[in-house]
T-cell receptor, first 115, second 111 residues
Framework: AQSVTQLDSHVSVSEGTPVLLRCNYSSSYSPSLFWYVQHPNKGLQLLLKYTSAATLVKGINGFEAEFKKSETSFHLTKPSAHMSDAAEYFCVVSDGRGGANNLFFGTGTRLTVIP | EAGVTQSPTHLIKTRGQQATLRCSPISGHTSVYWYQQALGLGLQFLLWYDEGEERNRGNFPPRFSGRQFPNYSSELNVNALELEDSALYLC??????????FGPGTRLLVL
């Protein structure tokens, strides 16, 4: 079975400092992993995805994530936080069996950026 | 390229009524997914449609149903509305690389 655990429900950083949002996953199969961002009253926007190619994945807006199979982790990082990064972030694993591609979402991490 | 669109943006209903939510996928995408984002419950998979057929459904009662039209747009119907159905309903369409792209959502409020 697929599942995702986001280790922090809320992360607060100062503008210009690094961001680390932690995610651990469980999957019986070779997973596809995603990070999505949701700004207030908006839908979800894809930040990046891992699909068994390079373990370090670069996404939009300066975000990147590293797939570590031995640690079953897929943490999201950014070197320098911007005020516009304040949002809810979801780590997601895909169940690709039978072409379903049903997504299993973590509970989300709310990122606050302090000016 | 236009993204996934959903209508209406907001919907207010009373208990027992029916709600119909609509979704248009990105051009060329044939798979449409529906998710419910309820306060305190996170995002839950509802339904998956592909090529006009329901392919899979999440752990929701049968009063949640839908359909996909020949142009791949989709409707989600919720019958006999309950207060706990109040949520943001998100639609997503999937590309050939199996990545899902989300619409802005429909916020349903049941009074």
């Amino acid at each position: 079975a697929q599942s995702v655990t986001q280790l922090d429900s809320h992360v607060s950083v100062s503008e210009g400092t690094p961001v680390l949002l932690r995610c651990n996953y469980s999957s019986s199969y070779s997973p596809s992993l995603f990070w999505y961002v949701q700004h207030p009253n908006k839908g979800l926007q894809l930040l990046l995805k891992y699909t068994s190619a390079a373990t370090l994945v670069k996404g939009i807006n300066g975000f990147e994530a590293e797939f570590k199979k031995s640690e079953t982790s897929f943490h999201l990082t950014k070197p320098s936080a911007h005020m516009s990064d304040a949002a809810e972030y979801f780590c997601v694993v895909s169940d690709g069996r039978g072409g379903a591609n049903n997504l299993f979402f973590g509970t989300g991490t709310r990122l606050t950026v302090i000016p | 390229e236009a993204g996934v669109t959903q209508s209406p943006t907001h919907l207010i209903k009373t208990r027992g009524q029916q709600a119909t939510l609509r979704c248009s996928p990105i051009s060329g995408h044939t798979s449409v997914y529906w998710y419910q984002q309820a306060l305190g419950l996170g995002l839950q998979f509802l339904l998956w449609y592909d090529e006009g057929e329901e392919r899979n459904r999440g752990n929701f009662p049968p009063r949640f149903s839908g359909r996909q039209f020949p142009n791949y747009s989709s409707e989600l119907n919720v019958n006999a509305l309950e207060l706990e159905d109040s949520a943001l309903y998100l639609c997503a369409s999937r590309d050939r690389e199996e990545t899902q792209y989300f619409g802005p959502g429909t916020r349903l409020l049941v009074l």
